[in-house]
């Protein structure tokens, strides 16, 4: 899975991209892997190009957020349509999701009617091969379009409405794609040995342990060493996941306490 | 500028990823532009196809965050070097810092004296182009190294090390590239008026006010809305920028107003 965020905000850093992280755990959980996060800014030519140079690494799915809105600035969508040589069209399904909404804010406003303005009519503007997604929270659907093997999704920026689309219509897709992989992860705290002093362990523990990946994070510092253990593997049986962890944990423990560093299991979660 | 972090916690969402928006809002700041951030996980081939591509859009800047210390998960400068169709070789200036650490870090804790091993040394292998930078924190050297016209920048992952080198030595460096361009900016919080009547107000003030970018946040609802407007330029003259944002916030906030909108500025500022 890539994930390409959209959004001028996150390339001046005013905003911090939690969307990313949250789809990256999710999906992870999934049992599925994100092999590569890019952000880029509203502009229609940057988005195409990130987009075909993520479908010539051929991931199964190319998740983007942001960009789908009724403003000048939301410009995903064409985007998305000039990666794929396509156009864009009025989808009468969108259009149809678009005005009920706007019946429903029209209702709750107390308002007659809505006007259906060129602004509005621009959500429901999507590429011609695309269905919409639902957005169960807010107006503008999100769209899903397959070219060769990929599927592409394009997800609001909103947090809110990423995460409702993304529970409702997105994770069963996943869930069913991945295979029925298991993520499984646990930590190990560290205290008491250096990340130096503690790498050729990691070395000789990771090579008599390739299914579990070990990622050392630095919380101290090189002479006051406190040191966070990160446990990762994937697999398609739990069992077999969680033995792979629990050998290499005991393993390294063994030897940290062996060079006189101490040990404190963190957390051991599915 | 183009900015790569590398990292497997952050692709499988273990870590927000906070250090892309510090460099992001600094850079900004410093009135330099950051058009691409990408994350990608702790794999040389991957890295250095990241770095090449980057390379190929030929920024002035691509820095990199992660992957410097001496476990065998950190690959960066492995991936730069490849990037640049280098090698590794242990850098003396390097070395002389990591050593100095060390040397450091045995007095604080007592010991005689510090071995060099073969993991400490690796943070003093750097491409053959490239100069260390000192790192006032932590025990890994930055680099800078420079290929046709673009500055490779290999800064730690651990936020105190990368922000003190930053602030040290870069922050000075990228301030004198920047021709004295101001970032200027300001947000404007909208309530009563909906992000699709927005729209075609936006348009027009930006077609009126081609220097000035605008952006709609939408926080509340289509149907309760609350938007946060925010206005950025940059300008060689900081006289002209605050005049452009200060004549944009004006005519926005009327023709908000007069479409029955409220407006409240929320801050202003250089």
Same mark, same amino acid.
């Given at each position: 899975?890539?994930i ?7 390339l ?7 969307n ?9 959980t ?7 996060i890019?952000v ?13 140079k993520?479908l010539?690494?051929? =991931?199964?799915?190319v998740?983007?957020t ?9 410009k ?21 999701m ?9 209702r ?8 259906l303005?060129?602004?509005r009519?621009k ?16 107006t ?6 397959t ?5 592409i999704?394009a997800l609001p ?12 219509s997105? %994770?069963?897709?996943l869930?069913? %794609? ?15 040995i250096m990340?130096?002093?503690l ?18 994070h630095?919380?101290?510092?090189e002479?006051? =060493?406190r040191i966070?253990?990160?446990? %990762?593997?994937? %697999?398609e ?5 969680k ?9 390294l423990?063994e ?5 006189g560093?101490s ?6 979660k599915l």
């Amino acid at each position: 899975v890539e994930i390409i965020c959209v959004g001028n905000e996150l390339l001046i850093g005013k905003t911090l991209n939690t969307n990313s992280q949250w789809l990256a755990k999710r999906i992870t959980t999934l049992g599925l892997s994100v092999t590569r996060i890019t952000v880029i800014g509203d502009e229609v030519k940057s988005i195409s190009r990130t987009i075909r140079k993520a479908l010539a690494r051929k =991931p199964s799915y190319v998740i983007t957020t942001g960009g789908l809105g009724p403003t000048f600035d939301d410009k995903t969508l064409e985007g998305i349509s000039e990666a794929l040589n396509s156009r864009l069209v009025i989808n009468q399904n969108a259009l149809k999701m678009v005005k009920e909404k706007y019946a429903k804010y029209a209702r709750e406003m107390a308002h007659s009617k809505f006007e259906l303005t060129s602004a509005r009519v621009k959500m429901a503007r999507i590429p011609k091969e695309a269905e919409p997604i639902s957005n169960p929270v807010g107006t503008a659907p999100a769209i899903l379009v397959t070219k060769n093997n990929s599927t592409i999704i394009a997800l609001p920026g909103v947090p809110s409405e990423m995460k409702a689309i993304f529970e409702e219509s997105l %994770s069963p897709m996943l869930k069913t %794609s991945s295979d029925k992989t298991t993520f499984f992860e646990a930590s190990l705290n560290i205290s008491g040995i250096m990340e130096s002093e503690l790498a050729p362990l990691l070395d000789q523990v990771m090579c008599e342990n390739p299914r579990v990946y070990i990622k050392s994070h630095p919380k101290g510092t090189e002479a006051k =060493p406190r040191i966070e253990l990160h446990l %990762s593997t994937t %697999s398609e049986a739990v069992d077999t996941a969680k033995k792979n962890i629990a050998k290499t944990l005991v393993q390294l423990t063994e030897l940290i306490e062996a060079k006189g560093g101490s040990t404190q299991p963190r957390k051991n979660k599915l």
